[in-house]
T-cell receptor, first 111, second 112 residues
Framework: QKEVEQNSGPLSVPEGAIASLNCTYS??????FFWYRQYSGKSPELIMS????GDKEDGRFTAQLNKASQYVSLLIRDSQPSDSATYLC???????????FGSGTKLNVKP | KAGVTQTPRYLIKTRGQQVTLSCSPI?????VSWYQQTPGQGLQFLFE???????NKGNFPGRFSGRQFSNSRSEMNVSTLELGDSALYLC???????????FGPGTRLTVT
């Protein structure tokens, strides 16, 4: 059983639309959650971290966490072609202090 | 602040050889983690070092090992290379008091 699940996509959205990326995880004791963006041929870049239930906003990005349902999502408002990348969800399991990554969702923003 | 640096960036090795990869964390970061990324398996955790001690280890064979020095720089060694070890090896650092990890550019290892 995979610890972190993501839809591999690709998710295609038109420029200016809202892109919604989802991630589910299997362990209820997970404490911290992260979204990374990875352009082709590059290393992952941290976009957002979220620790508590609810929404956290940073510019065009909003992370949403629902621990009861064990999912975390990332919304990208006013999507731009430069947002086209693979988005990785990462979960830290506090009692083991290990990070697990989802396989990533490929996002295509069409001009 | 300078980011995480990794050397070398590209490496080609022959099956059976060994390889050592190096990682210099962000200044002040005491935790260094190593990951293997392949198209088929995604990003997989290898191990984490904190203050020169291995704190966590993923499910990789003993051919994969690492160490951390007193200046927090870390090295990862893979012995008896196999074709399946071809991957992007990523190093990530964090302060140790926070969970946000920052990745280096990676080392692309090709085993022929």
């Amino acid at each position: 059983q995979k610890e972190v699940e993501q839809n591999s996509g690709p998710l295609s959205v038109p420029e200016g639309a809202i892109a919604s990326l989802n991630c589910t995880y299997s362990d209820r004791v997970s404490q911290s959650f992260f979204w990374y963006r990875q352009y082709s041929g590059k290393s992952p870049e941290l976009i957002m971290s979220i620790y508590s239930n609810g929404d956290k906003e940073d510019g065009r990005f909003t992370a949403q966490l629902n621990k009861a349902s064990q999912y975390v999502s990332l919304l990208i408002r006013d999507s731009q072609p430069s947002d086209s990348a693979t988005y990785l969800c990462a979960v830290n399991y506090g009692h083991f202090n290990k990070f697990y990554f989802g396989s990533g969702t490929k996002l295509n923003v069409k001009p | 602040k300078a980011g995480v640096t990794q050397t070398p960036r590209y490496l080609i090795k022959t099956r059976g050889q060994q390889v050592t990869l190096s990682c210099s964390p962000i200044s002040g970061h005491r935790s260094v983690s190593w990951y293997q990324q392949t198209p088929g398996q995604g990003l997989q955790f290898l191990f984490e070092y904190f203050s020169e001690t291995q704190r966590n280890k993923g499910n990789f064979p003993g051919r994969f090992s690492g160490r951390q020095f007193s200046n927090s720089r870390s090295e990862m060694n893979v012995s008896t290379l196999e074709l399946g070890d071809s991957a992007l090896y990523l190093c990530a650092s964090r302060p140790g008091t926070a969970y946000e990890q920052y990745f280096g550019p990676g080392t692309r290892l090709t085993v022929t």
